[in-house]
């Protein structure tokens, strides 16, 4: 099985930055896209930042120039350093991963527990 595990969040002052990180464990042979969502109470949950095998990045529009994500193979591990936060940032942050067992072969998908973020003065 492989299991999901987000870090990182907690309340931080507008402006200020946290560093997210989500690692995924067990029999896994190579992680495809690996994303950050959030949800904040009473909305639906949105993609923030992705990024591809190759490196490839993609953020929501209300993120971009303040949101990095990032990626180590070696640790299947993707973390997702966030800066000039702002009061609307507040959600719960998750990861997900889209996993192979084998090559070639599908992949499925993994998702963690969430870690809150609240940005409040």
């Known amino acids: 099985q492989v299991q999901v595990v987000e870090s990182g969040g907690g309340l931080v002052q507008p402006g200020g930055s946290l560093r997210l990180s989500c690692a995924a464990s067990g029999s896994i042979f190579s992680i495809d896209a690996m994303e950050w969502y959030r949800q904040a109470p009473g909305n639906e949950r949105e993609r923030v930042a992705s990024i591809t095998s190759g490196g490839s990045t993609n953020y929501a529009d209300s993120v971009k120039g303040r949101f990095t994500i990032s990626r180590d193979d070696s640790k299947n591990t993707v973390y997702l350093q966030m800066s000039s936060l702002k009061p609307e940032d507040t959600a719960v942050y998750y990861c997900?991963?889209?996993?192979?067992?084998?090559?070639?072969?599908?992949?499925?998908?993994?998702w963690g527990q969430g870690t809150q973020v609240a940005v409040s003065s």
């Open positions: 997900r991963g889209l996993v192979a067992f084998r090559r070639p072969g599908p992949t499925y998908q993994y």
